[in-house]
């Protein structure tokens, strides 16, 4: 098994930026696909990135040239810089791992608590 815990949210005005933070452990990291993922009240769960095994990402065109994702397999850590918030993108932050590099939610094995990001206009 897997655990994911995450960290770095908060409240922020739009233009600004947050960088969230997921370790890991339980597993060695390197074999793992990681994901970040997003839920507004009243949306479903999308897709925000992902970073294969090598660090190779892909990203939701919402967020494309605004957020970053990242690992440090050396920490078992993943990241998402997030620059040029808006308040759209105001909703609970989820981290994932998994066996697969996809966009798919429910392709994710492990899961971690959320984290809320606030983006005031």
């Known amino acids: 098994q897997v655990q994911l815990v995450e960290s770095g949210g908060g409240l922020v005005q739009a233009g600004g930026s947050l960088r969230l933070s997921c370790a890991t452990s339980?597993?060695?990291?390197?074999?793992?696909?990681m994901a970040w993922f997003r839920q507004a009240p009243g949306k479903e769960r999308e897709f925000v990135a992902a970073?294969?095994?090598?660090?190779?990402?892909t990203y939701a065109d919402s967020v494309k040239g605004r957020f970053t994702i990242s690992r440090d397999n050396a920490k078992k850590t993943v990241y998402l810089q997030m620059n040029s918030l808006k308040p759209e993108d105001t909703a609970v932050y989820y981290c994932?791992?998994?066996?697969?590099?996809?966009?798919?939610?429910?392709?994710?094995?492990?899961w971690g608590q959320g984290t809320q990001v606030t983006v005031s206009s």
């Open positions: 994932a791992a998994g066996n697969r590099f996809t966009v798919l939610t429910k392709q994710y094995d492990y």
């Open positions: 970073v294969n095994w090598i660090g190779g990402n």
């Open positions: 339980g597993r060695t990291f390197s074999s793992y696909a």
